[in-house]
Structures are given as structure tokens and as C-alpha cells.
């Protein structure tokens, strides 16, 4: 099992749109959790952090259930701009790596 | 302004060259990463830095070599032990918040084989 793992995609989902990834990670010990937003031939950026139950930042909900070790993320009122592709990415407790990434979703918003 | 910098923006290599990326941070950060990325594919860890004079390799450190002399810079040299150098490489670097760390960053390097 991948550590970190994430749907496939891609979602073309029309402008306006509300659009869900899902991301399931094996570390029961982890911590930390976060979505990492990459344009095209650019590096990632931070989109959001998620350390407890769930985060909620304008357009943007990331919901953490602990039990079945799954983190997902919300889009609202999906615009052109959103079309990137979406990191899940975990920390690993007691590991100076830190920080495990997934292969990411990709999300094309269309006009 | 503060952030972190790699230079070049794209990079070719001949057969059995040497090349070395930059990187630079004017964060106070103590932690730093490289990774590289291939089409389709995960951040994966080259090496890592947690302190000044120390670093650790990752889960694909064959063919590559760093250094840390300074807080702010952490270059990698790709050698011509490693055959398939071609990728995007990304460095980052962390400072700790809550249980974890966050890390950023820089704009990358596009490393091409000629």
C-alpha cells in the first residue's frame, strides 16, 4: 500500500462546480496533514493545513477522519483559476524525512 | 523579499558531466530538502538537511551528492553516476509549527540531458 495515496483524476468539472478529492494515508501515527496546490511546470504551494478535525479557508473545506485515515478537499464555486493539481501530502512522526507527498490530483475547470 | 531561490531555471548535461543546482534561502529556516518530481509521478526525496554540516539521504540519494556549509544554501550536484537525470528538481525548507513542519518551495530546476 502507498503511503499516501490519491485519486487518479483528472476531474473537468464545469466552472461554478463543486468538486472533492480524496486522499488516503497508511501512517496511523501521523500528525500533520496538508494540500499543496501545483500549477503547471511550477512548484507546489501551500493551499492549506490541516491538524484537527477540519479546516475551512473561503472556498476551500479539508475534512480529517482519523479512524479511516482519509483526508479529503472541497472546492466550492469551482473558477478558471482552480485548475491545478491538488497535493495531499502526511508527515511521518520520528522521521527527519518528514513530510510524504502524493502523486496528486488534476483538476481542469472548464469555461 | 524573503524566499527561496534556485538557479538555474533550466540546465542541460552532457554524457558524463557533473551539473550543480542552487539553492537559496533567506528564511532562517533550518530545515532543507531536495526533491525531484517526473511526469505523472510524486515529490520524491533526494536528500535532506536538519542542521548546518549535517544531511541525510533520502529514498533516491544514488547519484547525487549535496552540501550544507551554510544555513542558507544547499546545493546539489548531480553526478554522471546518475542515468536518468532528466526532471524537475525542488528545493524546500521548513521551519517547525504545531506537531509538524510546513515546507516551501523554491521555483525549481528543469534538468535536461543532452
Known amino acids: 500500500r502507498k503511503e499516501v495515496e490519491q485519486d487518479p483524476g483528472p476531474f473537468n468539472v464545469p466552472e461554478g462546480a463543486t468538486v472533492a478529492f480524496n486522499c488516503t494515508y497508511s501512517?496511523?501515527?501521523?500528525?500533520?496533514f496538508f494540500w499543496y496546490r501545483q500549477d503547471c511546470r511550477k512548484e507546489p504551494k501551500l493551499l492549506m493545513s490541516?491538524?484537527?478535525s477540519g479546516n475551512e479557508d473561503g472556498r476551500f473545506t479539508a475534512q480529517l477522519n482519523r479512524a479511516s485515515q482519509y483526508i479529503s478537499l472541497l472546492i466550492r464555486d469551482s473558477k478558471l483559476s482552480d485548475s491545478a493539481t491538488y497535493l495531499c501530502?502526511?508527515?511521518?512522526?520520528?522521521?527527519?524525512?518528514?513530510?510524504?507527498f502524493g502523486s496528486g490530483t488534476q483538476l481542469t475547470v472548464l469555461p | 523579499d524573503g524566499g527561496i531561490t534556485q538557479s538555474p531555471k533550466y540546465l542541460f548535461r552532457k554524457e558524463g558531466q557533473n551539473v550543480t543546482l542552487s539553492c537559496e534561502q533567506n528564511?532562517?529556516?533550518?530545515?532543507m530538502y531536495w526533491y525531484r518530481q517526473d511526469p505523472g509521478q510524486g515529490l520524491r526525496l533526494i536528500y535532506y538537511?536538519?542542521?548546518?554540516?549535517?544531511?541525510q539521504k533520502g529514498d533516491i540519494a544514488e547519484g547525487y551528492s549535496v552540501s550544507r556549509e551554510k544555513k542558507e544554501s544547499f546545493p546539489l550536484t548531480v553526478t554522471s553516476a546518475q542515468k536518468n537525470p532528466t526532471a524537475f528538481y525542488l528545493c524546500?525548507?521548513?521551519?517547525?509549527?504545531?506537531?509538524?513542519?510546513?515546507?516551501?518551495f523554491g521555483p525549481g530546476t528543469r534538468l535536461l540531458v543532452l
Open positions: 528564511l532562517n529556516h533550518d530545515a
Open positions: 538537511s536538519q542542521i548546518v554540516n549535517d544531511f
Open positions: 490541516v491538524y484537527s
Open positions: 501512517n496511523s501515527a501521523s500528525q500533520s
Open positions: 501530502v502526511v508527515n511521518n512522526p520520528g522521521s527527519a524525512r518528514q513530510l510524504t
Open positions: 524546500a525548507s521548513a521551519y517547525r509549527r504545531g506537531p509538524g513542519e510546513t515546507q516551501y
